[in-house]
């Protein structure tokens, strides 16, 4: 995953209606973990949560077996690190696609081939092999008669983009725009492929939480913005970045081809710089894209073009280089229990008690207020953190960090519930508040995390604005 380009910090979007079909939720696998269950258990928990389009990383035989008969759609993927083989000799994606794709299918529902992998942002420069490696696997798909039943695309992160705010004045990198953006864009409308976007709202927001409110990021009731160039209303910032790639393309007069969100996701934990990372906002984000996406369609500058996308991650994966939120994407421990509960599918959108927008989505020992605050943040303990680490950070928080921690002293107004995670809550969020909601103050090692409703323990209240 890459970072994104500045001008996106300040995207905002809103929900649109139309009356074309929904989009299609699908969930990235990766497996750059030790720990993780065996393939054909993947395949049974993804049946079992009602998913029925999965991404994958590569063409492991194994994984691409356990998905035989299963009714799952796969989308398969050619790593970075063979484009310049398969740009170099139409008889190496020959190969490639006799060994890793007709082999398999129809068996294995392969619908999609990803040639690389946000190439344009690849340390080792592949971006120059991309056109001819998409090229050639095409022509292999054609040779063995797969063409007509396997898209091929390639992702990209936002970062491609040179302009993206407003969405209206979307524009791909000078430098991208005649090598290789407009033959892949020409080789996407040849076969009717989408454009696949890896799009996170959470990067925004992280680096730029003192100018974007956390409830544009996490598709909560906000007042909105319109955008200047074509006046439609914006109140979330996941539909804003695909505008943003949509104008881009038009810019360009491919405004026919279609984006797949081919990764999105938030994660439920976070570096003490990565602020908003924590299992309340990814439930948030996650349980709120899945309903825009299944019970609404199009975007404001589309409305009329479902969104499908693919959540990131299916798995917390403990191998993954990078800052601690890269492994805390998944919607699933290794252990295959739910990181936090949010519906996956149409039928557990429609079955649940309320939409959740605004709401806490995760279960709390403490109450969540559902009244509209927006605008404000609070800190809180994560409770499933050891408590050992939520003693240190509370020992931190009311000594060193000068926390107010009165009110949480025996027989004062909020020492009960005398329970750990309540006084450090109390703590963390007397800290946060004093250092202005300042990026990174509420992190206390890994086990606080931000939320966008006052929390209240017992008849504790928790104020804001110290």
Not at 37 to 45: D, F, G, H, I, Y
Not at 127 to 132: A, D, I, M, R, S
Not at 146 to 154: C, D, E, G, H, V
Not at 369 to 375: A, D, E, K, N, V
């Amino acid at each position: 995953m890459a970072t994104l380009p500045f001008s996106f910090f300040f995207l905002l979007i809103s929900f649109f209606s139309s009356s074309s079909e929904a989009g299609s939720v699908g969930v990235n696998y990766g497996r750059l973990a030790n720990d993780l269950p065996t393939p054909a258990k993947v395949v049974e928990l993804l049946k079992s949560q009602g998913l029925n389009r999965v991404k994958l990383y590569d063409t492991d035989a194994t994984v691409l077996t356990a998905f035989a008969n299963s009714g799952i759609k796969v989308t398969v993927a050619m790593p970075n690190e063979l484009l310049s083989n398969a740009a170099a000799d139409q008889s190496f994606t020959d190969a490639w696609v006799k060994d890793n794709i007709s082999k398999y299918y129809p068996t294995t529902q392969i619908e999609a081939v990803a040639v690389g992998n946000e190439v344009f942002v690849d340390p080792n420069n592949t971006t120059k092999f991309l056109v001819e490696a998409m090229k050639n696997v095409l022509a292999s798909l054609t040779k063995y008669n797969l063409n007509t039943n396997i898209k091929i695309s390639s992702p990209i992160a936002l970062s491609a983009l040179q302009s993206s705010f407003p969405a209206s004045s979307g524009s791909f990198k000078t430098e991208l725009v005649e090598p290789v953006i407009k033959p892949m864009l020409d080789l996407l409308r040849q076969t009717g492929s989408p454009l696949m976007v890896n799009a996170y709202p959470f990067f925004a927001y992280s680096a730029n939480a003192d100018k974007i409110s956390l409830d544009y990021a996490l598709f909560k009731e906000n007042a909105g913005v319109v955008d200047s160039g074509n006046g439609l209303k914006y109140t979330n910032l996941f539909d804003a970045q695909i505008d943003a790639v949509f104008a881009a393309m038009s810019a360009l007069q491919y405004n026919d081809v279609k984006i797949t969100v081919s990764e999105t996701g938030w994660p439920s934990a976070g570096d003490s710089n990565e602020i908003g990372a924590g299992p309340e906002n990814a439930a948030a984000y996650n349980g709120n894209l899945v309903r825009r996406v299944l019970g609404q369609n199009g975007t404001p500058l589309k409305p009329n073009e479902s969104v499908d996308v693919f959540l990131f991650a299916l798995f917390n994966e403990n191998q993954k280089t990078g800052p601690t939120s890269e492994k805390n994407y998944g919607l699933f421990y290794p252990n295959e229990k739910k990181v936090y509960d949010i519906p996956l599918t149409a039928e557990g959108v429609k079955n649940e008690p309320s939409s959740g927008v605004g709401k806490n989505q995760v279960p709390a020992s403490g109450e969540v207020s559902t009244t509209s605050h927006q605008g404000q943040t609070w800190c809180v303990a994560n409770g499933g953190s050891s408590e050992e680490k939520l003693q240190n950070g509370l020992n931190y928080a009311c000594g060193e960090g000068g926390a107010d921690c009165t009110s949480i002293q025996p027989g004062a107004t909020c020492y009960n519930p005398n329970t750990l995670e309540a006084h450090a809550s109390y703590a963390f969020n007397s800290y946060y508040q004093k250092k202005a909601r300042a990026a990174g103050t509420c992190d206390f090692g890994g086990t606080a995390y931000v939320v966008t409703q006052p929390p209240k323990y017992g008849t504790c209240e928790f104020p804001t604005g110290y």
